[in-house]
């Protein structure tokens, strides 16, 4: 099935340091989500975006829509262990109802 | 207030057998929405139903059916299965003034193994 491109695959971080993943698609969209999903859990919305150019601030989390409304950024400042997981965007085509997933970037915190 | 509730959590199944799913929404919610996620992917959407009608499907076979109840609880059932049909089956749910996807709330999801 279709899925949007996401990078980086996997990040590999020391506690406090910012963090910066994205993703891509050839196709616009009208929506882009960011979900975090835990280990033996289902995805938590973290930040929703509606409109090209928004950019939306949760706590430490800032998701920006590009303006091309082909692309979306996440960015996590002053990281801590329990931002461990991986994070997925997903967007949604017109008023279509399923959303298109990227393959999620997974955040490990170094030792 | 209980979210969204998914059962069996893990379920192992052998080829060609059959298989159903079951979520019960969040309170309040009308429209479930089912996916697969294969390991290491994201979601792939399914089907959603609302008012007891599948209104969008995603790129799946008929083997894949589901079915919403009056209370707005649904199954997937999953005939015929394949050693690729092993996933996680997540159950989403939202409300009637939610618009399309946003607030998605996503259940735990339960693990099939195909053997």
């Known amino acids: 099935g279709q899925q949007l491109n996401q990078s980086p695959q996997s990040m590999f971080i020391q506690e406090g340091e910012d963090v910066s993943m994205n993703c891509t698609s050839s196709s616009i969209f009208n929506t882009w989500l960011w979900y975090k999903q835990d280990p033996g859990e289902g995805p938590v919305l973290l930040i929703a975006?509606?409109?090209a150019g928004e950019l939306t601030s949760n706590g430490r989390l800032t998701a920006q829509f590009g303006i091309t409304r082909k692309d979306s950024f996440l960015n996590i400042s002053a990281s801590i262990p329990s931002d461990v997981g991986i994070y997925f965007c997903a967007g949604q085509l017109g008023s279509n109802y399923q959303l298109i997933w990227g393959a999620g970037t997974k955040l490990i915190i170094k030792p | 207030d209980a979210g969204v509730t998914q059962s069996p959590t893990h379920l192992i199944k052998t080829r060609g057998q059959q298989v159903t799913l079951r979520c019960s929404p969040k309170s309040g919610h009308d429209t479930v929405s089912w996916y697969q996620q294969a390991l290491g992917q994201g979601p792939q959407f399914i089907f959603q139903y609302y008012e007891e009608e599948e209104r969008q499907r995603g790129n799946f076979p008929d083997r894949f059916s589901g079915h919403q109840f009056p209370n707005y609880s649904s199954e997937l059932n999953v005939n015929a299965l394949l050693l690729g049909d092993s996933a996680l089956y997540l159950c989403?749910?939202?409300?009637?003034?939610?618009?399309?996807?946003?607030?998605?709330?996503f259940g735990s999801g339960t693990q099939l193994s195909v053997l």
């Open positions: 975006l509606y409109k």
């Open positions: 989403a749910s939202s409300g009637i003034n939610s618009g399309a996807n946003e607030k998605l709330f």
